[in-house]
């Protein structure tokens, strides 16, 4: 023991002189023979640290950055040009973002060579919507005049500095949780200097913002719920660029619909990356409101069963409840997350509308097995047997991928049987996409061929126009009533446009026709409920004879 704490001392000495041998060696980029220090890899850890939470706020700044100060971030006038691409989300998005700007002093143009500063918000759930982007980025590159480019939303967090680096003309890059920091980052890039903020929250839903909408006058809008996923399908890269899944709580949902409904809003639809797996436990109070998860029987979770809190059916029941006049729809659901109490309340509400989005992606057991979807195609079909014994009318749309990683023909073929036994009204089909930092990048092989991958994608979607017109086809004769949305169409400015209670749509001519409320007669304007006798089909809409104005709830009492 007394040798050991004689040689103490000379040990220290000698480590003491390793590190610093490693530290001088560090700086002048040479290893001595005895290997790198603690003190090298402490300091480089320190160095990568500071550099990340520059780059992540300001890349290009430098030590002596430059201050602003909260005058600094208002546009005073400054036009901005708001270009949207991808899903219902991103239009969601782009209205918070308007909120954000007008209340800081922006104003809008519709044109790109007058605006002062270009918005893009991108998409990133396939190839193809990104170099929808680059397209977007080279022209505006082109351009001689000098505007500030910023590049929003999921294409932002995904790519994040490599479109500082592509794309030389982008000054300000943003995610989705990062849009109320946005006036700031655009002081910064007015400066010039590239400025960028990527950070995702856990909590962050932009739950006080008011959106602004893109067309005011329109008589639909989105709401936005919650966002982020937790649900981690290997396929799908929202998690990563959306983060973890938290609900927007629901005293500002009924506010804002609320709000809509004052401005003469008819249809509303709630807007979720997995809508119906709404929890609020924002309130104390709510923790305890239900015990139960609301997850259907045999569907698995990546995640631990989520309890407490108020749950989709009670902010569907509390939305519908609002204005019996409005209807009401959702997306983007999971199978997983659709208990009969959600069905039967859909049955019971008229203005709830009987159409439902229930994503299958596959047909096929090993495939679902392979996204991580947590069914089979036994209980997906189990779902929909379900759905129909309560909603025998429901229209019902999916999505569906083509060429998944290890997808067999045989695969494929399920997958084209499942759709013919569901028969559903509308499907989105897109051939499979490797996205970067999903986990079937890191853990499966993109081996189904490019060729036989877009030759699977034109046979879903042949085998999904069947059923649909075989579906429409049926609408034959029957009577629906139509929500107008919009006035003339390609081919007759004399026609209407709307859709039906199951969302298909429906194109007749605009003529003067009666109100079964007050017998007054007038052409139709978007917003009304008109009365109509469906005469014809395609599969992808229907046409049909109008009989009269009516209303939501008279139409449904007179059903009854």
Request: glycine share 6%; aromatic share 6%.
């Amino acid at each position: 023991m007394k040798a050991l704490l004689e040689a103490l001392p000379r040990r220290l000495c000698a480590l003491q002189r390793r590190c610093s041998s490693a530290k001088a060696a560090a700086t002048t980029s040479r290893i001595p023979n005895d290997g790198l220090g603690l003190d090298h890899f402490i300091a480089k850890s320190q160095a990568e640290q500071r550099h990340t939470r520059q780059a992540k706020i300001i890349p290009s700044l430098a030590d002596s950055e430059t201050y602003l100060s909260p005058e600094d971030y208002h546009g005073r006038g400054r036009k901005v040009k708001f270009m949207t691409y991808g899903c219902q989300m991103n239009v969601s998005d782009m209205e918070i973002v308007r909120s954000m700007l007008f209340a800081n002093g922006y104003a809008e143009t519709e044109s790109k060579a007058q605006a002062d500063v270009i918005l893009l918000m991108t998409c990133s759930i396939r190839e193809g919507a990104e170099e929808k982007i680059w397209k977007e980025l080279k022209k505006i590159r082109s351009a001689s005049k000098r505007q500030v480019v910023g590049v929003l939303g999921c294409m932002a967090e995904r790519v994040r500095h490599t479109i500082l680096e592509k794309a030389k003309k982008v000054d300000v890059v943003a995610g989705p949780d990062a849009y109320r920091d946005l006036p700031r980052l655009l002081a910064v890039a007015g400066t010039g200097r590239n400025a960028i903020n990527v950070q995702l929250s856990l909590e962050e839903t932009y739950a006080n913002v008011n959106p602004v909408r893109t067309d005011p006058e329109s008589k639909s809008a989105f709401v936005s719920i919650m966002r982020g996923c937790d649900n981690m399908c290997t396929y799908c890269v929202v998690p990563y660029t959306r983060g973890r899944e938290r609900s927007r709580p629901i005293s500002w949902i009924l506010d804002e619909v609320r709000r809509l409904s004052d401005e003469g809003v008819k249809q509303v639809t709630l807007l979720g990356q997995n809508v119906n797996s709404y929890r609020d436990q924002s309130e104390t109070s709510f923790h305890l409101a239900t015990s139960s998860t609301s997850t259907v029987p045999g569907f698995r979770t990546v995640y631990k069963p989520k309890t407490g809190g108020l749950t989709f059916l009670t902010l569907l029941d509390k939305v519908s409840s609002i204005d019996p006049e409005m209807r009401i729809r959702f997306t983007s659901p999971h199978p997983k997350d659709f208990p009969l109490e959600v069905i039967h309340l859909i049955r019971e509400r008229a203005n709830i509308c009987n159409q439902l989005h229930i994503p299958a992606q596959s047909g096929n057991d090993a495939v679902l097995e392979a996204m991580g979807r947590g069914y089979s195609r036994e209980l997906y079909l189990n779902l929909i047997r379900d759905v129909r014994s309560v909603l025998p009318d429901v229209a019902l749309t999916s999505d569906f991928i083509a060429g998944f990683c290890g997808e067999t023909e045989e695969a494929h073929q399920d997958t084209l049987s499942l759709m013919r036994e569901v028969q559903y009204s509308f499907c989105y089909v897109f051939p499979y996409s490797m996205r970067g930092k999903t986990r079937a990048s890191r853990r499966l092989v993109d081996d189904v061929p490019e060729e036989v991958k877009q030759q699977r994608h034109e046979e879903l979607a042949t085998v999904f126009r069947e059923g649909a017109l075989a579906f429409n086809q049926k609408e034959i004769n029957r009577e629906r009533l139509v929500l107008i949305e919009e006035m003339g169409t390609k081919r007759s400015a004399s026609a209407v446009s709307g859709r039906t209670d199951g969302g298909v749509k429906v194109i007749f001519e605009n003529e003067p026709l009666p109100s079964e409320v007050d017998g007054s007669e007038r052409a139709l304007l978007p917003g009304d409920y008109v009365r109509v006798k469906v005469t014809g089909a395609t599969s992808q809409t229907l046409s049909a004879l109008p009989i009269s104005r009516t209303t939501l709830g008279k139409y449904r009492s007179q059903k009854l």
